[in-house]
């Protein structure tokens, strides 16, 4: 194995292989479907009111507001991001709270509060906020009301934002399509092209161009899949356990583009072999959406081994601990497939020779 060789090799895939469809499809897709969830069914159907707070101070009624299971609460470190987010619909209300809000508060003094509402938020979102924002500012003063509300839920009691349901799909879209597809497809072109062969006859060996088209599926499952975590501002509380993982994931993500492209001849055939496996490579990002469904039937697919990971860390801040199990037998796929993908790249050389 030659770096330098790898090096140039990955350099000429990210420059020519650029202008190719599916590179293209790998970086706007994932960025188009998770914007569009943000901008719209993270709004429209989304089941909690979405309340926004920056607060100049450490109130209370922030503290109390967060505690409220059937809001979905965030803090703001500047007023401006909070605006522009209730603008643009990313929040049903917007909060700012000066820094002696609570001494305020207490002494019964004159005081005061920035509230911004989104303009097409649901009717029902500004009722349920504006009376929680009310009955905890009560509660926050001191003051005792002759009334106890105590709060029934009728129904389905899993109120899970479609937004969140969905950000599943949207990350094994993001690392199939640059992590596997990306390096089948170039893969399956130097064969179509005859161009394959000719790259053998280079300094470069069989292992230095596996390498090359690998990493460049890698490159790029990591790159989209950190810009999609960015959008969806959900690199949770330990993004340097959730990078590794990244990486793992593109890896395993390129070593089935690299066996797919060994052994698929043609584009039409690679596209018909995609949708076939279609339904096992996404089959954890749907049954996740639906909690409602048995969850052990996702651990099935092998795909489930780096989509869990990634989303126990980012939608639930779940400990890299309590995950690792996931991740290693992650890992043991990986080097699995590596070996699957080393092993019939060489039978084929041997075939065609």
Do not use: C
């Amino acid at each position: 194995m030659n770096v330098n060789r790898i090096f140039t090799l990955v350099k000429k895939e990210f420059i020519f292989g650029s202008k190719n469809f599916i590179f293209v499809m790998a970086i706007v897709m994932p960025m188009l479907i998770s914007l569009v969830i943000s901008l719209l069914l993270g709004t429209l159907f989304s089941g909690k009111p979405r309340l926004g707070i920056f607060d100049r101070g450490t109130s209370q009624l922030t503290v109390n507001m967060e505690n409220q299971d059937y809001l979905a609460v965030e803090t703001y470190m500047s007023a401006e991001q909070l605006q522009q987010d209730v603008e643009r619909g990313a929040l049903d209300m917007g909060l700012i709270l000066p820094s002696d809000f609570d001494s305020q508060l207490q002494a019964e003094d004159a005081t005061s509060m920035d509230l911004f509402i989104w303009g097409e938020s649901l009717l029902k979102h500004r009722t349920i906020l504006a009376v929680s924002l009310v009955r905890q500012i009560i509660d926050v003063a001191g003051r005792e009301i002759p009334v106890n509300t105590e709060l029934v839920l009728l129904g389905e009691e899993t109120n899970i934002p479609w937004d969140v349901r969905l950000f599943p799909f949207v990350v094994v879209i993001t690392i199939v399509l640059g992590g596997t597809m990306v390096p089948a497809t170039s893969m399956v072109e130097e064969k179509v092209k005859r161009t394959y062969r000719a790259l053998l006859t280079t300094p470069a060996s069989l292992v230095d161009i596996l390498t090359a088209k690998g990493l460049t599926g890698v490159i790029l499952a990591l790159f989209m899949g950190m810009v999609i975590l960015f959008i969806n501002r959900a690199f949770g509380t330990q993004p340097v356990a959730l990078v590794t993982v990244l990486v793992i994931s593109g890896i395993f993500a390129a070593a089935l583009g690299i066996i797919l492209g060994v052994t698929v001849k043609d584009i039409s055939t690679l596209f018909t072999v995609i949708k076939s496996l279609g339904i096992v490579l996404y089959a954890p990002g749907i049954i996740l959406m639906f909690p409602e469904f048995p969850q052990w039937i996702a651990k099935i697919f092998p795909t489930y081994y780096f989509l869990n990971p990634i989303i126990e860390m980012t939608v639930n801040n779940t400990p890299f601990a309590d995950v690792a199990v996931d991740v290693y037998i992650l890992i043991g796929l990986t080097v699995l497939l590596i070996g699957v993908a080393g092993f019939l790249a060489r039978r084929q050389l041997d075939a065609d020779a």
